[in-house]
C-alpha cells in the first residue's frame, strides 16, 4: 500500500516550517479507494533542532512515497525526487485538507 507522510505538530494542522524540522509526521495510506490515517510518527530529529538531511528524514519514513508539507528545501526535495520519493507542497492549513489534496496512486503511475 502506498503511504504518505504528512509534516505536522499537532495532527491537524500542517506544519508551518520545513518539513524535515516538523515534530510529527501523520502517516496515510491509500486503502485503494481513498487515504486514511493510520498513526502519528515523532520525529527524533526535529529534537535537535537542526535542519535534516534527506537521507535522514528517508529512515524515519522509509515506508512513505509521498512526503507533504508546507515546506521544503530546494536541495533536499531535488534529492528527495532523485531517490523516487514524491514531495507535495502545499499551502493547505489543515491536515485534513492536505490529505483531500494528496494524488491518487493511479495517477502517479502516468
Given at each position: 500500500?502506498?503511504?504518505?507522510a504528512?509534516a505536522?505538530?499537532?495532527?491537524k494542522?500542517?506544519?508551518d ?14 486503502d485503494?479507494?481513498h487515504w ?5 510518527r515523532?520525529?527524533?530529529l ?6 535534516a538531511h534527506?537521507d535522514e528524514i528517508?529512515?524515519?519514513l522509509?515506508?512513505?512515497?509521498i512526503f507533504?508539507?508546507?515546506?521544503m528545501g530546494k536541495?533536499?526535495r ?9 514531495t507535495?507542497l502545499?499551502?493547505?492549513?489543515s491536515?485534513?485538507e492536505?490529505?483531500?489534496l ?5 495517477s502517479?503511475?502516468?
Open positions: 500500500m502506498l503511504k504518505a504528512i505536522t505538530a499537532d495532527g494542522h500542517l506544519w516550517g520545513h518539513f524535515g524540522q516538523a515534530p510529527f509526521y501523520l502517516i496515510c495510506e491509500f485503494g479507494s486514511v490515517k493510520r498513526e502519528m515523532g520525529n527524533p526535529a529534537v535537535e533542532g537542526k535542519h534527506p528517508r529512515q524515519i522509509s515506508d512513505c512515497a507533504a508539507a508546507r515546506e536541495k533536499s531535488h534529492l528527495l525526487e532523485k531517490k523516487g520519493v514524491i507535495f502545499k499551502e493547505a492549513g491536515v485534513e492536505i490529505i483531500s494528496l494524488p491518487d496512486p493511479e502517479l503511475s502516468n
